[in-house]
């Protein structure tokens, strides 16, 4: 059974920072494409960052461009995002996704919240 | 970047209708398109992907049909626990982007 457990949300100021990271099991991590989604309060989903199986190809929506970092440790399994200057407009749920053949999600993680506000 | 348009916001439908969703795109994704589902408090769960292939253990029920700009997905029948958020999403082009969502509410 494929599971992602994210961790790291919380409670920021405007400017700061924040390290998101995914666990990943029940499928070979190293072979997959991953990414992050996110989903402000009572709004929609929009991708934030993907990368490919090794650290050549990332992609980011123009609005955390600059500001977020995705990675991946694929000896540990592990997806992160590097989240910096983080703005009110960020305060969403992170979901960790799985990118099955051609960009579509395959398998969701439960989500971390991150609140940006003073 | 592709622009996703989703109608109706709201659709209300009795249990055991039929319901037809639509998803536009601002310009042809060929059949990179997939449908989610989404219950209050849980995250998304893939529908169809491909615009018309169910993913595994996704009851026949639902359907999905179209190509290059225009995206219909069908729930033949509706159960109690269809009503939800549902989600379009283009994976033809970065960034893949999803729709606003439709809300299925029990009419």
């Known amino acids: 059974e494929v599971q992602l457990v994210e961790s790291g949300g919380g409670l920021v100021q405007p400017g700061g920072s924040l390290r998101l990271s995914c666990a990943a099991s029940g499928f070979t991590f190293s072979t997959n494409w991953m990414g992050w989604v996110r989903q402000a309060p009572g709004k929609g989903l929009e991708w934030v960052a993907s990368m490919m199986q090794d650290e050549n190809d990332k992609y980011y929506v123009d609005s955390v461009k600059g500001r977020f970092t995705i990675s991946r440790d694929n000896a540990k399994n592990s997806l992160y995002l590097q989240m910096n200057s983080l703005r009110a407009g960020d305060t969403a749920v992170y979901y960790c996704a799985r990118v099955a053949a051609g960009g579509r999600v395959g398998d969701w993680g439960q989500g971390t919240l991150v609140t940006v506000s003073s | 970047e592709i622009v996703m348009t989703q109608s109706p916001a709201t659709l209300s439908v009795s249990p055991g209708e039929r319901a037809t969703l639509s998803c536009r795109a601002s310009q042809s994704v060929s059949s990179n398109l997939a449908w989610y589902q989404q219950k209050p408090g849980q995250a998304p769960r893939l529908l169809i992907y491909g615009a018309s292939t169910r993913a595994t253990g996704i009851p026949a029920r639902f359907s999905g049909s179209g190509s290059g700009a225009e995206f219909t997905l069908t729930i033949s029948s509706l159960q109690s626990e269809d009503f939800a958020v549902y989600y379009c999403?283009?994976?033809?082009?970065?960034?893949w982007g999803f729709g606003q969502g439709t809300k299925l509410e029990i009419k």
């Open positions: 999403q283009q994976y033809d082009n970065w960034p």
